[in-house]
């Protein structure tokens, strides 16, 4: 059994949990503003931890990059995201069955487009030859021969690491020859569901960036805030937040539960010592929007961050809007849900 499955709901969230939350907010807090400097069309850009590059504080979302208008829209959308300063383009393998990368492939087709952005993808597959395989197709569809950062795309089910980090057969040996042969640059992993996961997968590989959800609920429930943030800002790991609003966009599950607004949700998960918060943004309106708040961005007050985790003390407590965190709601990855229904 999934080590998932072994967790239960919490009851409501102590008066000391809340606090707790909040201490861990406003003592990581105090980093966010060294790690950030000017950048490109007034978006600030952020250390991406040990590794000495810089991102923008925005990242562009990768499953909404296919959605949202045809495929020339999507197009003309992620070329003015990088206009206007939005440079680190997140992805994966198995996005709309390739979609996503060769949306992104055709917009950084054009000379000079490559070289302006960070680009990310996530490899599904957790052993050596499949991982092989996501890394060689992702890399045609992307129409490069390099990306800046491959990730293990949600790491969460059972034997995830002893399979990735088997010496021979694991998905981790397909990556460290792809970074040798010059096809990356930075390895990491993501995943939402168990912060405990992500700490082991820690404690597995010296990775360069890990990729978490990080909202105004999770500071209050299996905390990925609380538990793994710290680790990563302690051993130089690039922390990547996602799943700002609870997974979509300005209608995610975080604003429709809460009622609070959707741009104080984004400015929460910016505030935090992040390198870059991955945003969906399948509009021009949400681009914009994002824009709007990132440029000359500066982190919430201590006053603005106990309000608002106090607002959402009582929904937060079960864990109930955040699904992802829920083994039996089925939120994961498609192929290993496929890989595993037919071993």
């Excluded at 959308?77 to 383009?89: N, P």
């Amino acid at each position: 059994m999934s080590q998932d499955h072994r967790h239960s709901p919490v009851p409501g969230a102590s008066r000391r949990e809340f606090l707790g939350a909040l201490a861990g907010v406003l003592a990581l807090r105090g980093e966010t503003l060294a790690l950030q400097a000017p950048g490109p069309a007034g978006i600030p850009v952020r250390s991406l931890g040990r590794t000495g590059v810089s991102v923008s504080i925005v990242g562009y979302g990768g499953w909404h990059a296919a959605v949202g208008g045809d495929e020339a829209e999507c197009i003309a959308r992620l070329r003015e995201a990088i206009d206007l300063g939005i440079t680190f383009l997140d992805n994966a393998w198995e996005y709309h069955q390739g979609g996503s990368e060769e949306v992104v492939g055709k917009a950084l087709a054009a000379p000079g487009w490559r070289d302006r952005v960070f680009l990310m993808t996530k490899v599904c597959a957790r052993d050596y030859a499949g991982a092989q395989r996501h890394i060689d197709d992702s890399l045609r569809r992307l129409k490069t021969d390099r990306v800046d950062l491959l990730q293990l795309h949600a790491i969460q089910y059972a034997d995830d690491i002893e399979r990735i980090t088997d010496p021979e057969r694991g998905a981790l040996r397909a990556l460290l020859e792809a970074r040798k042969a010059g096809k990356t640059r930075f390895l990491g992993f993501s995943g939402h569901r168990d912060p405990q996961t992500h700490l082991r997968m820690i404690a597995a590989h010296p990775w360069d960036t890990v990729q978490m959800p990080l909202n105004l609920l999770d500071a209050q429930y299996r905390s990925f805030e609380r538990n793994v943030l710290p680790v990563c800002r302690e051993k130089g790991i690039g922390a990547l937040g996602m799943k700002s609003l609870g997974g979509g966009g300005t209608e995610g599950a975080v604003p429709r539960e809460t009622g609070m607004d959707w741009e104080l949700c984004r400015r929460y998960a910016l505030s935090l010592p992040v390198s870059t918060v991955i945003c969906a943004m399948k509009s021009r309106e949400e681009l914009h929007g994002m824009v709007r708040i990132a440029r000359g961005f500066e982190p919430l007050d201590a006053a603005e961050v106990e309000r608002l985790l106090g607002k959402t003390r009582t929904v937060a407590a079960d864990g109930r809007v955040e699904a992802y965190k829920d083994p039996s709601k089925g939120y994961g990855c498609s192929y290993q849900d496929a890989v595993l229904k037919n071993a």
